[in-house]
């Protein structure tokens, strides 16, 4: 499924300010840009390495962010700066786990690079591409112990890290795979839009009759996609029509690569015993609970170990709850703390 790198990885290392208060005897925590190359497109990214003693070498954690123009932050500036991949950075710190979060394709200081002239033909593997680069990057760090290597993914991010794990080297020790897309894209977005629909139904902005022929027509839409047959648009509603005629545009080649991927299908290629921890939050409207039921049967048959699928009640998609709307809710905390640990 993929094609092999374009070019050489590179990996260097540029310092940046480090806290004023250091513990005596050890080596104080700080973060220094990472940049590395792949495909012809040089990629940034924020190494973070915490507290610990000189020549110690840490467990490190690469971070892969959600779908879209999502930076090494996890935020899609201005619209939305939740900046969940730097609080689980955070969070991992206190455990001395190093982290590498990096601007994917299309964000930050990485931008489209050599899609810029023809963004058309940026597909879902260039960004797992990318992001084995970026695992060889992280191993290559001074800091870093190669065989305490981990993926945490988010969201499309998370499926993103389990096609990782099956050939990076060396084999990840760990997976972490929080509100993971478990499910194909197209599948995915249909249920997504069936539940929109439904709660439209609900308030009366269509009758049951008109949320059938809605429901019908956006089958019909994913399996012309699938086809490569134009869409009718007809029976469905402005936005929805104008969702799908974007999937045929210059985001076709992406969508379709990314909806090729049955993310169950992966998990044979673990090792077994690789410790997996799957979270899913049940207030997470873009990611339910129950597309993760065929992935989670699947690491089982696939012996990975501990701890898992965890449940997060009231937790939402981008991992927040009702009394923390700007932090990482208590359950994530745990469970990415549990993880770390195991």
Request: glycine share 8%; hydrophobic share 40%; charged share 20%.
């Amino acid at each position: 499924m993929f094609r092999h790198l374009a070019a050489a990885l590179m990996a260097l290392a540029v310092g940046t300010a480090t806290p004023a208060e250091a513990t005596p005897g050890l080596v104080p925590a700080a973060d220094r840009e990472v940049v590395f190359t792949v495909g012809g497109t040089t990629s940034y990214g924020t190494l973070h390495v915490p507290e610990h003693r000189a020549g110690q070498r840490l467990r490190a954690a690469l971070l892969l962010p959600g779908s879209g123009p999502t930076d090494r932050d996890g935020n899609q500036p201005p619209a939305s700066s939740p900046d969940t991949l730097a609080q689980v950075a955070d969070t991992l710190d206190g455990d001395g786990v190093a982290t590498l979060r990096f601007d994917k394709y299309g964000t930050g200081r990485t931008g489209l690079g050599a899609y810029q002239d023809h963004p058309e033909r940026l597909d879902y593997p260039a960004f797992v591409r990318q992001a084995r680069a970026a695992y060889a990057s992280l191993r290559d760090q001074p800091e870093t112990d190669p065989h305490g290597l981990l993926l945490v993914g988010h969201s499309e991010g998370a499926m993103t890290g389990l096609l990782l794990s099956g050939n990076v080297r060396p084999r990840p020790a760990g997976l972490a795979l929080l509100q993971p897309q478990a499910i194909r894209l197209l599948d995915l977005v249909t249920l997504q839009l069936k539940a929109q629909v439904a709660e439209a139904t609900r308030q009366g902005q269509f009758t049951p009759e008109q949320q059938r022929v809605v429901n019908t027509a956006i089958d019909a839409a994913v399996t012309s996609l699938r086809e490569h047959r134009p869409i009718v648009t007809t029976d469905l509603p402005p936005a929805i029509a104008q969702l799908f005629e974007a999937f045929q545009g210059p985001n076709a080649r992406f969508v379709l690569s990314d909806d090729a991927v049955y993310p169950p299908d992966t998990a044979a290629a673990l090792r077994p015993g690789t410790k997996v921890l799957l979270t899913c939050g049940t207030n997470d409207a873009q990611v339910p609970c129950v597309t993760t039921n065929a992935l989670t049967t699947a690491l089982r048959h696939a012996h990975a170990g501990g701890p898992g699928r965890v449940m997060l009640p009231g937790v939402d998609h981008l991992l927040h709850d009702a009394d923390h709307p700007d932090t990482l809710a208590p359950p994530v905390l745990d469970s990415l703390r549990r993880f770390a640990r195991h």
